[in-house]
Structure formats: C-alpha cells, structure tokens
C-alpha cells in the first residue's frame, strides 16, 4: 500500500529552524508531485508548499514565503521542506501528501484536494 513518512518535527525556539523529511518507502516519489499541509488546533488544513515532479516548479503559501524552501532528491525517494526563521504561528502538525501526475513533470498545487496519498504527520512546536 503507497504510503508516506514525515519525520523531522520537533520542539524549537522563535527563529530556529526544522528540517521535515517526507520518505515514500512504497513507491518512486519521482513519479508523483509532492505537498507538504499543516494543521493547527482548532484550524482546518492548510497548504504550505509544492514541489513539480521535475522540481522546477515550486509554490509556498504567502505565510512562509521566503522562509521555507521545498525540495526533493528522487535519489532518496525524499522531500524536504527547509524551514527557518520559525514563529509561534508555525507550530502545528505538518503532512505531505502526493498525487499522479503523468501528462506533466513542472505542475504543482496546494490544493489539498489534488493529493491522494498522505502521511501520518509530524508535529512541529514553535515556543520558547
């Protein structure tokens, strides 16, 4: 069964910085374009940032633009999502996600509707 592991969250000052890796250990990541998604309490899911199968094509939600940086390395079958200059407002529980796209290697969207295939999570704690 296709499935993704998040791993990297943690516990970090304001101002610190977190590396979340998403592993697909049943499957090509390179095959599939890649979402990372948070979940506060209380909030419903939102988008954080893509990656295009090609990894050409980036998109970050305006929240984090310029502080986090996504990436892949398919020889890795992993997705990174760098995040620096951490804020209270970043802590929540982070989820990748993928979905099939085979008509094009440099389309992405935090569409939390395009993914079909999600981890389970790893909790990130902003505080001080």
């Known amino acids: 069964q296709s499935q993704l592991v998040e791993s990297g969250g943690g516990l970090v000052q304001p101002g610190g910085s977190l590396r979340l890796s998403c592993a697909a250990p049943?499957?090509?990541?390179?095959?599939?374009?890649i979402g990372w998604f948070r979940q506060a309490p209380g909030k419903e899911r939102e988008g954080v940032s893509c990656?295009?199968?090609?990894?050409?094509?980036?998109n970050y939600a305006d929240s984090v633009k310029g502080r986090f940086t996504i990436s892949r390395d398919n020889a890795k079958n992993t997705v990174y999502l760098q995040a620096n200059s951490l804020k209270p407002e970043d802590s929540a529980t982070y989820y990748c996600?993928?979905?099939?796209?085979?008509?094009?290697?440099?389309?992405?969207?935090?569409?939390?509707?395009?993914?079909?295939?999600w981890g389970q999570g790893t909790q990130v704690t902003v505080s001080s």
């Open positions: 996600a993928a979905t099939f796209v085979a008509y094009s290697r440099n389309l992405c969207s935090t569409l939390e509707s395009q993914y079909d295939i």
């Open positions: 049943g499957f090509s990541v390179d095959d599939y374009v």
């Open positions: 990656i295009s199968r090609s990894g050409w094509v980036t």
